[in-house]
């Protein structure tokens, strides 16, 4: 489980995240949804442990991602806006050196990579070096280094961006796969399609704050909208409106 409560993170006179809670059980998908700059790349990056919150907290697990890092940090895998691959390696010896880090016995990380290569679709490149990799590639890669060492939890940041149809397909079957198993999942999208069809709760959130919460059948009945779009949008123009007034001590 994934937990943030009342977080707080500015940069400056920025506030990226202004007092934010939501849990994330296990065993299902969480979508985390908000327009650019509504705060999630940063939420996210405090729950992986490369941000300290200025207030609140995180937890994986009910291990503080702030105080217990290294132990919240075995329990997730995460695919992260930036994909940071070293160009220099192979597919392969990305993920050997990612399993090696968490410590995976030989057999069993060979084993594993070639399993999530045939799951994702990497065995044609698996020993290709990743510079000059298309962004589908990358992300395959990505992907699979996040499951290496087979997380509790994870966080996945547009996790089918630049890939075609069939391997997004594979993508979406494998996180249904994921959650069927009992994972947490938060991801975040803006393929509105995708994030309908794997997400379980959905989470809106603009200016860092929670606007609207629930499974897509709680928010259809909350707002009268059938479509997931048009919720998105009402409830982040409302989320606009009340940052204004907030703004302005109104």
């Known amino acids: ?19 934010l809670s939501f849990v994330a059980p296990n065993g299902t998908v969480t979508g985390l949804l908000g327009p650019n700059g509504a705060g999630k790349t940063t939420t996210f990056r405090v729950i992986y442990g490369l941000l300290r919150p200025d207030s609140g907290s995180a937890s994986i697990d ?3 991602v702030v105080s217990q890092r290294l132990a919240a940090q075995r329990r997730l895998g995460a695919l992260p806006d930036v ?11 990305h993920l050997r050196y990612f ?41 395959k890669v990505a992907l699979a280094r996040s499951l290496i060492h087979e997380p509790p939890n994870l966080i996945l940041d547009e996790p ?13 079957r494998l996180i249904g796969e994921l959650r069927d198993a009992g994972c947490c999942i ?19 959130i603009a200016h860092g704050r ?16 059938d479509d997931l779009e048009d919720m998105f949008v009402d ?14 001590g109104t």
Request: proline share 2%.
């Open 1 to 19: 489980m994934i937990q943030v409560d009342h977080l707080t993170k500015s940069f400056g006179r920025v506030r990226a995240v202004d007092d």
């Open 62 to 64: 009910g291990l503080d």
């Open 83 to 93: 994909r940071g691959l070293y160009p220099r390696l192979t597919a392969r010896e």
């Open 210 to 225: 929670t606007v609207m919460e629930g499974t897509p059948d709680e928010l259809r009945a909350r707002t009268g909208r």
């Open 160 to 172: 089918t961006n630049g890939l075609d149809v069939v391997s997004s397909r594979a993508v979406r």
């Open 186 to 204: 938060v991801l975040s999208s803006h393929i509105m399609a995708e994030v309908e069809a794997m997400c379980d709760r959905l989470v809106f």
């Open 99 to 139: 399993g090696q880090l968490h410590g995976l016995p030989v057999d069993r990380l060979e084993a594993r990579i070639e399993d999530l290569a045939r799951q994702i679709g990497m065995t044609e490149f698996l020993d290709r070096r990743t510079k000059g990799f298309s962004r589908g590639q990358e992300l």
């Open 235 to 248: 409830a982040v123009t409302e989320g606009d409106a009340a940052a204004l007034h907030r703004e302005l």
